[in-house]
């Protein structure tokens, strides 16, 4: 290992990622990045049991659905899928403004970045009260266990991305990542992405999935 | 090098917005049957969830062997998912 890329790996907050000694296998890919990839792995995983567990009880059940409980509504989530993907294209640009050493652009992006995380949160709330009032409550059948399960075990990351992006949004604002310093910008919307993508899965799997006439 | 290119995020903003239309007029066809709804909407999910990670995560731009390392461990739930749910649905319908 060179002197440089041992002070690299001493200091990784030091080094910006253009200065990231190469590695032959992982590339320029920072140790910031390949803990966050690792992690999210491991938390795909975690979702993956879940999805899992719903998937072997609905394809063994002969009624998914119990006498009076309500359907989940589609159109209603529809909205909150689409925007949090408009919080993941608000998420490339704070980054891509980052990169280029735009910190004004870079804190409004990542501001409105956790904002949509704040309304998804709060579409959720909405969404759950409603269902409560029409008889969907958790314990009553495995649809409505691993209904509430599953959605809020992602909230719950949704919770975690908006106070982690609210940290990096602060510290964007105080000019800690200036100057080609984003690493952490871009390991936060690694995060940031996965919540969406898991996202994606769990609409399709637990929401548009119809149920068998 | 930083891979920015904010045309190409656009692009795929608008990809995932149609592929999402496309997903909501799968469920709301009335003469598709069961099995290639089914089948339609994994394939519009896994390629909403690919453009993602491919895009929006870099994953196109790391190298060949952190892609591997992010992807094998990927497939490994689906093929548990393949045999237990097609097990669980046997089992109900024998």
């Given at each position: ?14 080094v910006?990622?253009a ?29 993956a ?61 990542l ?85 969406d ?11 548009l999935?119809p149920?068998?006439? | ?20 239309i496309l ?9 598709i ?19 993602v ?42």
């Amino acid at each position: 290992m060179s002197e440089h890329a041992a002070a690299a790996h001493a200091h990784p907050d030091f080094v910006t990622p253009a200065d990231w000694p190469e590695d032959p296998q992982y590339g320029k890919a920072t140790l910031g990045k390949l803990g966050m990839w690792i992690f999210l792995l491991s938390d795909a995983l975690s979702f993956a049991g879940l999805l899992l567990a719903y998937g072997i009880l609905r394809g063994g059940s002969t009624h998914w659905h119990n006498p009076g409980e309500p359907e989940l509504g589609i159109p209603f989530t529809a909205g909150l899928t689409f925007l949090l993907i408009c919080s993941s294209v608000t998420m490339v640009l704070g980054y891509a403004a980052a990169v280029e050493n735009k910190r004004k652009q870079a804190t409004l992006f990542l501001g409105l970045t956790a904002l949509g995380g704040v309304l998804f949160l709060c579409g959720q709330a909405h969404e759950y009260h409603g269902l409560s009032q029409e008889g969907l409550h958790f314990g009553a059948s495995a649809y409505a266990s691993t209904f509430y399960v599953i959605t809020s075990f992602h909230g719950f990351h949704v919770f975690t991305g908006v106070t982690y992006l609210t940290i990096i949004t602060i510290a964007t604002a105080l000019g800690k990542f200036d100057n080609g310093n984003y690493n952490r910008i871009e390991v936060a919307g690694l995060f940031w992405h996965f919540v969406d993508l898991i996202w994606i899965l769990v609409f399709t799997f637990v929401y548009l999935v119809p149920t068998q006439k | 090098m930083a891979h920015v290119n904010r045309k190409q995020y656009m692009v795929i903003f608008l990809v995932l917005f149609v592929l999402t239309i496309l997903e909501l007029a799968v469920v709301k066809m009335p003469a598709i049957g069961r099995t290639p709804m089914f089948i339609a909407l994994i394939a519009l999910a896994v390629s909403k969830a690919a453009f993602v990670g491919l895009y929006y995560m870099h994953l196109k731009h790391e190298t060949r062997i952190l892609k591997l390392t992010i992807a094998i461990p990927l497939c490994t739930p689906a093929v548990y998912a393949l045999i237990l749910i097609a097990e669980a649905a046997w089992r109900r319908l024998s």
